[in-house]
């Protein structure tokens, strides 16, 4: 399951956010997303667990926890919309 993780504090690490998921069960990879110009955190993340219903516990716990002073915002990640092809 990807579940997307919104409202985090900027200085939560990758590993901070895998640890915090952990409690749930396994993650297979938890990555905050940084801004390409100047490498800062963009304060969302997405966490990949494999067991469906360890997923829906943590989204189920965590969503409107407080971490580091901010209530996360946690859901199901909704698929990428397919880019249309752009050429004339």
Known sequence: MNIYVANLNYRVQDQELQELF?????VSSAKIIKDHESGRSRGFAFVEMP???AGMQAINELDGAEVQGRNLKVSKARPRPQMQDRRY
């Not at 952990?22 to 396994?26: A, I, K, N």
């Open 22 to 26: 952990e409690e749930y069960g396994q």
């Open 51 to 53: 067991d469906d219903e």
